[in-house]
């Protein structure tokens, strides 16, 4: 069966770090990846997607980059990280094609920026 | 652009209470409806999806009807239970982009 793996679950990390987070599906191949963030009080924005490796498409003009340096791995990277880039950020993956798919999340990274 | 509203929370029924989150939205196409239910500190489980319009979607004793002429896809469960509290999330989705409304939360009170 498919599973999604992310880590770490919690983060904190001081302004002006460098912020490497990373997100891998099992069990599929090729699968369409996607990074959310959910800040406190708000929904989900969507930050990047990506249907194939080295394939990113960005959202948001930010202070976030993503990678996918392999079939199924996504990462979610900043240089220099700001309070505003605190949030719960989601990795998460689409399984089935057409009307049969479905949207699966992993279980989070809580960020806190100091 | 495609976009989605549910109503603000947080929502606060009485166990075994009638539960309705309303959720609309606004879409170029037809794409599918879907509502996740998110537990505190975990990522978004899919709850329910439906796929065109006058489809029914359901899961749990949860249910949504895709209404195309209201663009409408409200969430509703006869009999709440404790462990039902969560924050509940709308979407649309389709061609590798999905949209999320802001979330209702929801307290169930034994």
Known sequence: SQTIHQWPATLVQPVGSPLSLECTVEGTSNPNLYWYRQAAGRGLQLLFYSVGIGQ??????????????????????????????SGFYLCAWTYGDGLNEKLFFGSGTQLSVL | GNSVTQMEGPVTLSEEAFLTINCTYTATGYPSLFWYVQYPGEGLQLLLKATKADDKGSNKGF????????????????????????????ALGGTYKYIFGTGTRLKVLA
């Open chain 1, 56 to 85: 990113i498409s960005s959202e948001v003009p930010q202070n976030l980059s993503a990678s996918r340096p392999q079939d199924r791995q996504f990462i979610l990277s900043s240089k220099k990280l700001l309070l505003s880039d």
């Open chain 2, 63 to 90: 249910e949504a009807t895709y209404r195309k002429e209201t663009t409408s896809f409200h969430l509703e469960k006869g009999s709440v239970q404790v462990s039902d509290s969560a924050v509940y999330f709308c």
